[in-house]
């Protein structure tokens, strides 16, 4: 299968402009399925709650790849036509851990899909995919200019399984297009005491005063905690926290 590949943004790179975080006030990545469902269900009318109830079962009844395409990949297609899009992400995330897809699934839903269900297929992965083999598609969103999908790539796997150097990178990226640092997990743990990042920081903020450009608010912020003492053995086994940039 040919996959895609956006070209790296630069810096100030052109965005999609649309809101990083998800519109219904759930952060599928990381609220447990059964507390989505529940918040989903109470939210969607009749109509849309009867197609979600027949999504769900029909990905439960056959999970994993049928023929040519899976009803269930049908079925995220159509969730946003379905449920709106302000629950879209949910009713995907929860169609995907329905049907039990594996990393391979998941890739093959994330090249051939659009970008609301490659955002969707992103959030799920803390779910659905323990080890690091769905990392090519953190990367790949991270090569991205839409916003939305950066978000969802620093979501809790990317900030399990994406190396010192490429987190850092999409820290960077995340200021220079706009992303809220907010939405990015585990953010205090992983920036705490990394002296590289400082200096990266400092580096762009210097940049951006030099050419007369405002340092975003955010910056400030990561920078400060970058300032705190490393706690030992906070990085973790798979998660590399050197000098490297």
Known sequence: MTR?????????????????????GTTPAVTPPAELRRHLAARLDGAARAWF??????ATAHPGTHGPISVWELRLAE?????????????????????RADAEALTRVYYQGTA??????????????????????????LRTN???????ALG?????????????????????????????????????????LARMLGDYAAERTAAGRTVPEDLHRVLALTEAA?????????????KES
């Not at 969730?79 to 329905?98: S, W």
């Open 156 to 196: 809790p796997y990317g900030a399990r399984h994406l190396d010192a150097h490429a987190w850092r990178h999409a820290v960077l990226k995340c200021l220079f297009t706009g992303v809220a640092v907010d939405l990015v997990a585990d953010l205090a743990r992983r920036a705490r005491g990394d002296a590289e």
């Open 53 to 58: 109830d027949q999504a769900l079962d029909e």
């Open 79 to 99: 969730a946003g036509r379905r449920c709106g899009p302000e629950h879209a992400d949910t009713a995907r995330v929860l169609i995907l851990q329905a049907a």
């Open 116 to 141: 609301d269900e490659r955002r969707a297929v992103l959030h799920a992965l803390p779910h659905l995919v323990p080890g690091p083999e769905a990392l090519p598609l953190v990367e790949d969103a």
């Open 146 to 152: 839409d916003t939305r999908l950066v978000a969802a």
């Open 4 to 24: 895609p590949h956006a070209a790296p943004a630069g810096p100030d790179a052109g965005t999609t402009g649309r809101p990083a975080a998800p519109g219904d």
């Open 230 to 242: 490393p706690t030992q053995g906070a990085g973790g086994p798979d998660v590399p926290h050197g």
